[in-house]
């Protein structure tokens, strides 16, 4: 595969961990306006041996939050409704995912250890309706924190795993 030139909201990057299986994150936002830019991500459940399809990543989870919605960051009553389908238990909130922050520069630096399998229809604000984010932009903290480790950590600040198909526009 070429090497990763951009990242765009939906995209879906895979790489190797520690504990050498494939991993996956979604790109729920990215900022581009100005420098400095970033791309915010929302890390799933994929944990295989070989590199995950696209079909792989919806069948999966991501990490996030039943939240109240902002009156800014509104989703329409569409994607509410899909994520109530998904997920009953949690209505009447909505989904929010949980970001991993990698600012363009690093990911620059490090963009040769991931693979872009290609891209998902998200709802927007999926990240600005979660509830927490962490810098998440050098490779080895990456590489070592999906060593298992981001299971438990998530867990210990509140988020839970969703369906990838509850924020997937239809």
């Not at 100005?34 to 696209?54: H, M, R």
């Not at 630096?109 to 693979?115: G, H, L, P, S």
Request: charged share 25%.
């Amino acid at each position: 595969m070429g090497k990763i030139k951009d990242i765009n909201q939906g995209d879906v990057l895979t790489f190797i961990a520690d504990d050498g299986k494939h991993k996956a994150i979604i790109c729920t936002s990215v900022y581009k306006e100005k420098s400095p830019q970033n791309f915010t991500f929302a890390a799933t459940t994929v944990d295989q041996e070989g590199l995950p399809s696209i079909n792989d990543v919806t069948e999966n989870g991501f990490y996030g939050i039943g939240n109240r919605i902002a009156d800014y960051f509104k989703y329409s009553e569409e994607e509410i409704n899909n994520m109530w389908n998904q997920h009953p238990e949690i209505e009447p909130y909505h989904l929010g995912s949980y970001g991993l922050v990698i600012w363009r520069k690093d990911f620059m630096k490090f963009r040769d250890n991931f693979n872009l399998i290609g891209n998902l229809k998200l709802v927007d604000n999926l990240d600005k309706n979660g509830n927490g984010s962490m810098n998440s932009s050098d490779w080895m903290f990456l590489k070592d924190f999906f060593n298992q480790k981001f299971k438990n950590v998530l867990l210990e600040r509140g988020q839970k795993q969703f369906k990838v198909k509850a924020i997937i526009k239809n």
